[in-house]
């Protein structure tokens, strides 16, 4: 019994977070299901040999960490979690932790948490953001799970944690699935901010003619201003990347195909179900889908033909992902906002802002504001919170102009263009929905209350 902590699964993300864990000072073991990926992980950790007790079987793993035990699961989302802890079950004690810190989805976060519960077992659900480089060196991390699990992990985690100033990337939200759910909703957000990266590179390159290179530094330029951003920077980073073996830009050169391993795709199902609207994430997730679609999209520009080109000053393309961030975020915390409630969770809204401020894909300059506005307004959109209203009035025109110009030319903007669709939603009072209602009422007799019969419901029209 020499390890403070255990962690299983050493693919990317599990090793790294088991280099960062001993790098902070704790002496962890580590164990995976195949022998040999443990064995090039002890060759490569040579040097924090001493932090290390690599094991071989399973009992082996839990008998050399003190008790009460903590072990820290990295393992691919979905059966690989239950048949871990299923087998972790027989040879664990009463009182020990387990933390599922995969992309879980957080009703079998829930779901474990209870019949862990049961067991004696306590359970923490940890979201777990920044990919390889953040769980090396300081991940923004979304726990959820009891009081007790959380006392336990706790000090660790803060230590390992990403630093904002001196405040730590971590915190507490809820029981059970809310830190599972808040990571699931920074995905949808991060879906969202890439997707209108996207659209904007591809105004630059297929409207304005603009080359990898040329792109990466309009990037470049605006992470020195507003949209300062971990995403932004490494936008600038890739369209500026060169491919060593032909000389080209690597941009042009990798396959127009976006890939999802399933948490966007979750987050806006779980919009739909909360009656939350998610139109950024939802546009983002159908994006990625039809990217797929390469032979359907070359017949029909075969068809149709290719769009045309387009002029905007390089301000107003700043302005459309300004204002569509903005917009994405507020659907973002307006989700987190209905969930929470429905939940009964009561997350800490501005504390989930904070500590999406360092360690995690979605960090950005931003973030800081949001945090602010939300404290603030607890309550409040933060489309409409004075500091984000005032924001919206100057960028709204901007992306107004990118929206008009790629519609005309004929380019895709997706994502920018249902945000403007939000907002535009948004401030008309007086919506449309009453023809939805009058049309219902007339091929269904589904009723419709009236503007000068207030409270009288079910009320139908002259028709038929
Ligand atoms: C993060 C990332 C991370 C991972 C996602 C990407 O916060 O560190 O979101 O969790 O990169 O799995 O998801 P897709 O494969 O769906 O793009």
């Not at 164990?31 to 002890?42: L, Q, V």
């Not at 979201?127 to 953040?134: K, L, Y």
């Not at 975020?329 to 401020?357: C, H, K, M, N, V």
């Amino acid at each position: 019994e020499t390890a403070e902590i255990g962690l299983i699964g050493l693919g990317t993300m599990g090793a790294n977070l088991a280099l960062n864990i001993a790098e902070t000072g704790h002496k962890i073991a580590v164990w995976n299901r195949t022998r040999a990926r443990t064995e090039a992980f002890a060759r490569e950790a040579d040097d924090l040999a001493a932090m290390l007790v690599t094991t071989v079987d399973l009992s082996e793993f839990v008998a050399a960490i003190a008790r009460p035990r903590r072990i820290v699961l990295m393992v691919p989302a979905g059966k690989p979690v239950d048949d871990q802890i299923a087998a972790l079950l027989p040879l664990v004690d009463a009182g020990d932790v387990i933390v599922d810190a995969g992309n879980s989805d957080w009703q079998d976060t829930d779901r474990r948490a209870a019949a862990l519960a049961r067991e004696g077992i306590e359970f923490l659900g940890l979201g777990v953001s920044g990919g390889a480089e953040g769980a090396r060196n300081g991940p923004s991390m979304m726990a959820g799970g009891s009081d007790r699990a959380w006392a336990a992990l706790a000090p660790v985690l803060q230590v390992v944690a990403a630093r904002f100033e001196h405040d730590p990337c971590v915190a507490h939200l809820g029981p059970g699935g809310a830190g599972h759910y808040v990571k699931m909703v920074h995905n949808g957000i991060e879906y969202a901010d890439m997707q209108m990266i996207a659209e904007v590179y591809g105004l630059m390159r297929d409207g304005m003619g603009q080359g990898a290179a040329a792109i990466g530094d309009g990037f470049a330029r605006w992470n020195e201003g507003p949209l300062a951003s971990y995403l932004i920077e490494i936008t600038a980073e890739v369209a500026g990347s060169i491919d060593p073996d032909s000389g080209h830009p690597m941009l042009d050169l990798i396959v127009d195909r976006a890939g999802q391993k399933g948490t966007g795709r979750w987050t806006v199902i779980d919009a739909q179900m909360r009656a939350a609207p998610l139109p950024a994430v939802e546009a983002a997730v159908t994006a990625r889908v039809l990217s797929g679609e390469a032979e359907a999209r070359a017949e029909g520009a075969a068809i149709f033909g290719e769009a045309g080109a387009m002029e905007l000053p390089e301000r107003d393309l700043e302005s459309a992902l300004m204002a569509g961030k903005i917009l994405a975020y507020s659907q973002g915390f307006s989700l987190l906002a209905t969930a929470s409630a429905e939940q009964d969770w009561s997350l800490p809204l501005p504390r989930i802002a904070e500590i999406w401020r360092a360690g995690c894909i979605i960090r950005s300059a931003m973030l800081g504001d949001m945090a602010r506005a939300l404290a603030e307004a607890p309550d409040a959109r933060l489309a409409f919170a004075p500091d984000f209203a005032v924001a919206l009035e100057a960028h709204v025109p901007g992306l107004r102009r990118v929206v008009a110009a790629a519609t005309l030319a004929g380019l895709p903007v997706p994502a920018l263009a249902s945000s403007l669709g939000y907002f535009d939603t948004l401030r008309q009072a007086r919506g449309t929905a009453n023809l939805i209602q009058g049309l219902r009422d007339r091929f269904g007799a589904h009723g419709f209350e009236r503007t000068d019969r207030p409270g009288a419901r079910d009320l139908h029209g002259p028709w038929g």
